[in-house]
Nanobody, 114 residues
Framework: QVQLVESGGALVEPGGSLGLSCVASGISIEDYVMSWYRQAPGKERERVIR???????NSVDSERGHFTVSRDNAKNTVELQMTRLKPEDTAVYYCVAGDPPQYWGRGTQVTVSS
């Protein structure tokens, strides 16, 4: 049975930072592109960032903020570091294996609010 379990979701003030973790079981993430998706209330699910199976880290720095994804294939874990968070980053964040997506976690809630 494949499981992706996210953790680390929290209430954060605007401009703050937060890290999320994903622990996989039932698969070896080294065989998969891993991604973080998010779904905000009333909006469609969107991909935040992806990391290739051969990479150790990837970053996206845009007007949306700064996101860094890293993976530890030996530990079967993926992490997401987020900085300069904004209220519009409020969403449920999902860990996903495969591209196109094959396995989804249940998500962890991130709320950005003062």
């Amino acid at each position: 049975q494949v499981q992706l379990v996210e953790s680390g979701g929290a209430l954060v003030e605007p401009g703050g930072s937060l890290g999320l973790s994903c622990v996989a079981s039932g698969i070896s993430i080294e065989d998969y592109v891993m991604s973080w998706y998010r779904q905000a209330p009333g909006k469609e699910r969107e991909r935040v960032i992806r990391i290739s199976s051969w990479a150790s880290k990837n970053s996206v720095d845009s007007e949306r903020g700064h996101f860094t994804v890293s993976r530890d294939n030996a530990k079967n874990t993926v992490e997401l570091q987020m900085t300069r968070l904004k209220p519009e980053d409020t969403a449920v964040y999902y860990c996903v294996a495969g591209d196109p997506p094959q396995y989804w976690g249940r998500g962890t809630q991130v709320t950005v609010s003062s």
